[in-house]
């Protein structure tokens, strides 16, 4: 009982107002034992007392690096921790990644922390020239790790589900075996070896299919779904869509907790492009657009496509960080954009069909 009441007031430090909606805390883990609950409980309960109450409370000021600010994850990353924290925007302008002054660059900036986003994300590009892909996202990233190390300042990197093969019947935990099958994943691991061999204090964070920025899968859809009465959609790549302020706020709340590591971070769910297809054009008021379901086989194009890669978030779940399901936060994207026209109601999964 003591324990319990003291890793309370550990967490109203955390947390003086109530966590938002899509960031649920879990009264208890359904996937822990309670000798582990009461391990992590005792471990945050020490690592919170070894800091100061004035490094550890909510609204802390840190001066923080974000790059690839120009991109829908940065964007959101700027726009979240700008009300709580002095943060340096670095895009492609400021910081080129495949140059190895840029941790000069860096340190430079004076940061106490640095999220990296920023990468090469063109999976097809990536595939027809994987030597930039890993100059940039490989190389690139262990010279962001360097000026870390430099700084003494924890590193933030986003990294994949391309990191695995997609092989898997169950979604992916954080320390499931990664085998990348394209120039992009492989990239992108090598940026993940980079961080865990230089970076002192490290979070590793892997997303799956963002969209809520200028340039993603659901503006795609609406687009095409103006355009034509028909469209066709992969049946049978199954992934985890992520809501990039949701994950932004999911970010905020993370780098306040001493838990360094690897983490998954993605909306609850998974749902194949065909089945996310369905949910945009029901949502939208676009119900009369058909859906012709197509194998990934038969969509050609440059790189390959890992075919099941759903991530499942439990190490930051066990630190009360859940995001919400996706298609509610789909819902809201929708609304932003002026295209929602209907209530939420969860897809239902019937092979390749999308309700």
């Known amino acids: 009982m003591l324990i319990i009441i003291q890793t309370m007031i550990a967490r109203k ?11 649920t805390p879990l009264p208890q883990s359904s996937i822990m034992h309670r000798q582990e609950r009461k391990f992590v409980e005792r471990s945050f309960l020490s690592s919170v007392e070894a800091k100061s109450r004035q490094e550890y409370r909510r609204g802390t000021i ?42 000069e660059r860096l340190v430079a900036t004076a940061a106490e922390l640095v999220i990296h986003p920023a990468a090469y994300t063109n999976v ?26 430099q700084l003494n300042a924890p590193l933030v990197y986003i990294s994949t589900n391309e990191v695995f093969d997609g092989a898997a019947s169950s979604p992916y935990v954080e320390y499931d075996h990664a085998a990348p099958i394209n120039a992009y994943g492989r990239s992108k691991w090598a940026g993940e070896q980079a961080v865990r061999e230089l970076a002192r204090r490290f979070y590793i964070v892997r997303v799956a299919w963002l969209f809520g920025g200028e340039r993603n ?24 869509p992520t ?13 306040q907790l001493p ?10 769910g998974a749902c194949s492009r065909l089945e996310f297809a369905a949910a945009i054009l029901r949502l939208s008021g676009h119900e009369h657009v058909a859906l012709q379901p197509i194998a990934l086989a038969d969509y ?29 936060a789909l819902a809201e994207y929708l609304g932003q954009l002026g295209r929602h026209t209907t209530r939420v109601i969860p897809p239902r999964h019937q092979g390749t069909k999308a309700w």
């Open 62 to 103: 840190m001066r923080i690096v974000v790059t690839g600010a120009n991109g829908q994850l940065g964007r959101a990353c700027l726009e979240r921790l700008g009300r709580e924290h002095e943060v340096i925007a670095l895009g492609h302008a400021e910081l080129e990644l495949e140059r190895p002054d840029c941790v």
């Open 13 to 23: 430090l955390l947390w003086p107002n109530e966590p938002p909606d899509y960031l």
């Open 300 to 328: 050609q194009r440059a790189s390959l496509v890992p075919p099941y890669t759903p991530l499942n978030n439990v190490a930051a779940a066990v630190l009360g960080l859940r995001l919400r399901p996706w298609h509610a």
């Open 259 to 268: 838990f360094y590591g690897t983490y998954h971070l993605v909306n609850e």
């Open 124 to 149: 097809d590009g990536c595939a027809r020239d994987p030597v930039l892909a890993y100059r940039v996202n490989g190389l690139g990233t262990r010279y962001v790790a360097l000026a870390c190390q």
């Open 243 to 255: 809501y990039v302020p949701d994950l932004a706020e999911a970010l905020a709340q993370l780098i």
């Open 217 to 240: 899968f659901v503006r795609t859809v609406l687009r095409l779904a103006d355009q034509h009465d028909t469209i066709s959609m992969v049946a049978d790549e199954i992934g985890s």
